[in-house]
């Protein structure tokens, strides 16, 4: 059977233009290599020894279309929320030394030659396990019974962190019985890298994941706990009253009477009481539109997305903006070309009273507005 991943729902912070470099490079160099170099001036970038260039080399070569196509698949669906995750800056550094991680484990463990990036690519895999287990992963499968010509094919859903935890079963297999041609310890390599890398940027404060991470589900966190701390932190009201700036004090005593000033005491803070909503960035255009927002007000909890008949809407998988957090809703159509949409957006706050607010954008002019709110 084959499954194949074709989207991941995540919440993107940024724009993946690192990783589109990165695929688009790794396109390229395949088709140079391929057909206009010839085999000697190629095998040095092969990974048969512990020379730096066979290790990076190695990334960027593939022993054929097919197996360039299914690295790259992998690569757009897990490489794009890393991307997003961890900046554009450093994700090419990430995942070069992941791909030196994985080559350098390949070299210690098996003894044939290897190209090919799913290293690298294993180890992205490995940090999303961390970052993103509880994401929603879209599949397509490929059922055949070849002796009796039986097939099916369809599509399935399944939070992430199990599609990984059956591709690394087969990794761990493939090492034991299998023979295939295919770096197993590669990938494995790769994956524990990225487990590793993962887990100390969390810890370290270096990442942020706007989803629950690996340590969340194992901390037995849900979001009706995060739901529970928001409006704890909402309901801390300071009921200290401010003496008026420079007001004097009088202290009277029996034979003097002493003048003091009194020590300015800083207002309370004021927790925002509604949401507001800012449209970080509009991207697409034509058919389909995708505005990442941010809200730096009050949260939002349960929110869905209502628009004109004809159009699609998908949103961020938490259904959950609190304050200071980003998301993103995306709209397409068949035939029409959206210059303007106005959409409904319903939300409970965290008293869960329901409201909603309609919004009109403009994606020429990377314009949102509030037509009313209730």
């Known amino acids: 059977m084959l499954i194949v991943p074709y989207k991941m729902e995540t919440t993107f912070t940024r724009v993946p233009y690192a990783n589109a470099v990165l695929m688009s490079a790794t396109s390229i160099l395949f088709f140079v290599t391929s057909f206009f170099l010839p085999y000697g ?44 995750a961890v900046g554009n800056i450093a994700y090419p550094f990430i995942y070069l030394c992941l791909g030196v991680f ?68 087969f990794d761990i297999l493939g090492t034991m019985f299998s023979n295939d041609g295919v770096g197993h310890w590669a990938h494995i390599g790769g994956f524990i890298g990225g487990i590793i890398l993962a887990y100390c940027a969390l810890k370290l404060k270096l990442v942020e994941s706007y989803h629950h991470t690996l340590m969340d589900v194992i901390a037995g966190r849900s979001e009706e706990d995060d739901r529970y701390r928001t409006n704890q932190l909402e309901q801390q009201v300071y009921l200290r009253q401010p003496q008026e700036m420079g007001a004097p004090l009088q202290l009277m005593g029996e034979q003097q009477q002493e003048t003091l000033t009194a020590v300015p005491v800083p207002a309370p803070t004021i927790q925002p009481t509604v949401p507001d909503i800012q449209l970080r960035k509009c991207v697409g255009g034509g058919h389909m539109i995708t505005l990442y927002l941010m ?80």
């Open 295 to 374: 809200n730096q007000g009050a949260p939002m909890h349960s929110m869905t997305v209502r628009a004109p008949q004809g159009v699609t809407v998908q949103m961020n998988q938490s259904k959950s903006l609190r304050q200071g957090e980003s998301g993103w809703i995306r709209f397409s159509t068949t035939d029409t070309d959206i210059d303007s949409i106005e959409f409904i957006v319903t939300y409970q706050n965290s008293s869960k009273t329901p409201h909603k607010i309609r919004f009109r954008c403009v994606p020429a002019n990377a314009a949102l507005s509030v037509v009313s709110s209730a």
């Open 102 to 169: 994985a080559g350098i484990v390949h070299l210690s463990a098996d003894a044939h030659a290897a190209i090919g990036a799913s290293g690298a690519i294993n180890g992205l895999v490995g940090m999303t396990l961390i970052l993103f287990p509880r994401n929603k992963l879209h599949c397509w499968y490929w059922f055949f019974v070849p002796f009796l010509w039986l097939w099916k094919t369809g599509k399935f859903s399944v939070q992430t962190f199990w599609m990984i935890l059956y591709w690394f079963g």
């Open 41 to 84: 001036d190629v095998s040095p970038y092969v990974l048969r020894d512990w020379s730096a260039e066979g290790l990076i080399g190695s990334l960027f070569l593939h022993g054929g279309f097919l197996h360039l196509l299914g690295n790259m698949i992998f690569l757009w669906i897990f490489g794009n929320a890393i991307c997003a």
